[in-house]
């Protein structure tokens, strides 16, 4: 049985200069959007008592309240669901927060990256810092009491000083949640035919990040997954639930959901499904149930996917779950990766366990898992 659901809003008023998600700057087919994002929830949501559901982008905070709690009265909700509303800084105003609160979002995430002016100019963001302070304002005088924010290390220009600065703050406004991304540069963005000068070299992003680490911890965060740090008994509920390789919907445009039979502990090749929602947007509006891809897993496969999402955690993996539920025996299977990299990993009570350094080159690492 799915209990939570992804809803993605692929609106943005303009595109950032790093950014090669699916987004679109064309809001007049906004409403043709909703309509069919409507049709795919009502066709495809089997009415279950959802735990999490998380609104993301694109600008889900382009939705007027009204267009929002159409959505959200399409859902039956747990009492204790946890609702998460991304939204960026430039958006905010202190009626539009309340309103937020009064439909029962309880998490806000806000898209900050960074509070340098300079470097937000050159990534192409639309706010300032000011804008950021407001919009943290507006949140709490709204009455939410569990912030994220998005910042992200490795950007144009920026030293770790400059990062360290971003960090400070995080304590002072009153976060709750940190979700920390280096930066990427992929095919799609403006950035990449238009590579900017002054970009900080492999070596200085990795300081950053042990320094995040650091700052965070002496703060009070709990680092609980690689790229997210948070306030005791402020964890991500959804994003844990795609780590410990769970089910999930997934609507709206190029949003991705997994699914499986309700009962199979693990599942076979015929009843685990992982699948992606058409990604471009006129023919999704067009067909809004049609895939643009589906893929049924082997149990190799959901026991590589288990692998890779659980060492995301800082926890790490339990291995006599994953020995229970595949039938294997897991020290004994990647005994040589575990050998070969022994100073990355640790020994839990409960299994393994990447070191912040194995953190670093974690994707080295969790590609033999897959290899292998």
């Known amino acids: ?132 302070l407001f919009a943290l304002h507006c949140a709490a005088e709204a009455g939410f009491d569990n912030i994220n924010i998005d910042l992200i290390h490795g950007l144009p220009t920026q030293s770790l000083a400059d990062f360290v600065s971003d960090l400070q703050k995080v304590e002072e406004l009153g976060i709750h949640h940190v979700s920390l991304y280096g930066l990427k540069i992929e095919d799609g963005c403006y950035f990449y035919k238009n590579l900017p000068s002054c970009l900080p070299d492999l070596d200085l992003q990795a300081d950053m990040y042990l320094k995040a680490v650091e700052v965070l911890k002496d703060k009070g965060f709990e680092h609980y997954e690689i790229s997210n740090f948070s306030l005791p008994g402020f964890n991500s509920k959804h994003n844990l639930n795609y780590w410990n390789n769970n089910t999930y919907y997934g609507f709206g445009c190029s949003a991705s959901g997994y699914s499986y039979v309700v009962g199979q502990v693990c599942p076979t090749y015929e009843t685990a499904v992982r699948y992606t929602n058409e990604i471009n947007l006129k023919k999704y509006i067009q067909n809004p149930l049609n895939k643009f891809s589906k893929q049924h897993l082997s149990e190799q496969e959901i026991l590589e996917e288990a692998i890779f999402l659980g060492f995301r955690k800082i926890a790490g993996i339990n291995v006599e779950e994953i020995n229970k539920k595949f039938d294997i025996d897991f020290d004994e299977k990647y005994s040589k990766i575990l050998e070969q990299y022994s100073e990355f990993f640790i020994k839990t009570q409960t299994g393994w366990a990447l070191t912040t350094k194995g953190i670093l080159i974690s994707n080295e690492i969790l590609a033999q898992f897959i290899a292998d």
């Open 1 to 132: 049985m799915v209990k939570n659901a992804y809803i993605h809003i692929p609106f943005c008023k303009s595109k950032c200069n790093y950014c090669s998600f699916v987004s679109f700057c064309n809001l007049g087919l906004k409403n043709d959007y909703l309509n069919a994002l409507k049709k795919q929830i009502k066709a495809e949501y089997q009415g279950e008592s959802l735990n999490t559901i998380y609104f993301g982008g694109g600008t889900p905070s382009l939705l007027s309240i009204d267009e929002f709690r159409e959505l959200l009265d399409l859902f039956n909700l747990n009492k204790d669901v946890e609702i998460t509303f991304e939204a960026n800084p430039d958006d905010a105003n202190l009626e539009y927060s309340k309103n937020l609160m009064q439909l029962g979002v309880n998490r806000l995430s806000l898209g900050v990256q960074t509070f340098d002016d300079k470097i937000l100019q050159i990534i192409g963001r639309r706010h300032n810092a000011v804008q950021t």
